[in-house]
């Protein structure tokens, strides 16, 4: 809003006058400043103090604008920051997020918006990482359940013995736990899929 309020601004002060110089004359008279006020400016004792205070309103107006960029840039590819939580357990969690950076971008509030869109993508990227990690634990599992339940059929163990029955079951079920991003359930899953399997392979 102060962003909007400034460019109107400027626009009224005349082509002598720099957007920088806008600004000075703004935080000074923020009510509703003269077109000459720029004139008087020489005549303040602490012209220095007044533009450093500028200055930093000019690097807030900045921010502003880099975070509203930032945050419109998101909510047009929403479809691509949606699919990363999709058909998850969490997935209402994870909308609930989405909706606070819209209702702040509605309102305005650019820099809170990006600030939120910062932490959701932070913790995507850390549960994607998750996921990948479980994935990739969960495929070396399969891989060698695959090996010990030929072997396990080479010498009589059949499906319906406990230990091969216990393992694929808990490999089923970490499958199914890592396809919602459950990430500790799937976890605990595999490593009961392992106890089964080294039952197992003391038998063979």
Same mark, same amino acid.
């Given at each position: 809003?102060?962003?909007?309020? +400034?460019?109107?601004? $400027?626009?009224? %002060?005349?082509?002598?006058?720099?957007?920088?110089?806008?600004?000075?004359?703004?935080?000074?008279? /923020?009510?509703? /400043? /003269?077109?000459?006020? +720029?004139?008087?400016?020489?005549?303040?004792?602490?012209?220095?103090?007044?533009?450093?205070?500028?200055?930093?309103?000019?690097?807030?107006?900045?921010?502003?604008?880099?975070?509203?960029?930032?945050?419109?840039?998101?909510?047009? *590819?929403?479809?691509?920051?949606?699919?990363?939580?999709?058909?998850?357990?969490?997935?209402?969690?994870?909308?609930? $997020? +989405?909706?606070?950076?819209?209702?702040?971008?509605?309102?305005?509030?650019?820099?809170? !918006?990006?600030?939120?869109?910062? !932490?959701?993508? *932070?913790?995507?990227?850390?549960?994607?990482?998750?996921?990948?990690?479980?994935?990739?634990?969960?495929?070396?599992?399969?891989?060698?359940?695959?090996? +010990?339940?030929?072997?396990?059929?080479?010498?009589?163990?059949?499906?319906?013995?406990?230990?091969?029955?216990?393992?694929?079951?808990?490999?089923?079920?970490?499958?199914?736990?890592?396809?919602?991003?459950?990430?500790?359930? %799937?976890?605990? $899953?595999?490593?009961? !899929?392992?106890?089964?399997?080294?039952?197992?392979?003391?038998?063979?």
């Amino acid at each position: 809003m102060y962003l909007d309020r +400034l460019q109107v601004f $400027h626009g009224t %002060c005349g082509r002598q006058t720099t957007f920088s110089d806008a600004i000075v004359i703004l935080v000074l008279s /923020p009510s509703n /400043p /003269p077109r000459d006020s +720029l004139w008087g400016f020489s005549a303040l004792r602490n012209a220095g103090q007044a533009i450093g205070l500028a200055d930093g309103v000019v690097r807030s107006i900045v921010q502003e604008r880099e975070a509203m960029d930032n945050v419109q840039r998101a909510l047009r *590819q929403r479809k691509k920051l949606i699919s990363q939580y999709q058909d998850r357990d969490d997935e209402t969690d994870w909308t609930e $997020h +989405l909706t606070a950076i819209e209702q702040a971008a509605d309102a305005r509030k650019w820099s809170e !918006a990006s600030d939120l869109l910062s !932490a959701m993508n *932070q913790d995507l990227d850390k549960e994607g990482k998750a996921s990948e990690e479980a994935l990739e634990l969960y495929d070396f599992v399969m891989d060698e359940w695959r090996i +010990l339940r030929n072997q396990s059929e080479a010498i009589g163990i059949k499906v319906k013995d406990d230990d091969r029955r216990l393992t694929e079951q808990a490999i089923a079920e970490a499958g199914d736990a890592l396809s919602v991003g459950r990430i500790e359930d %799937c976890l605990e $899953h595999l490593g009961s !899929a392992d106890a089964s399997m080294e039952r197992l392979r003391r038998r063979i």
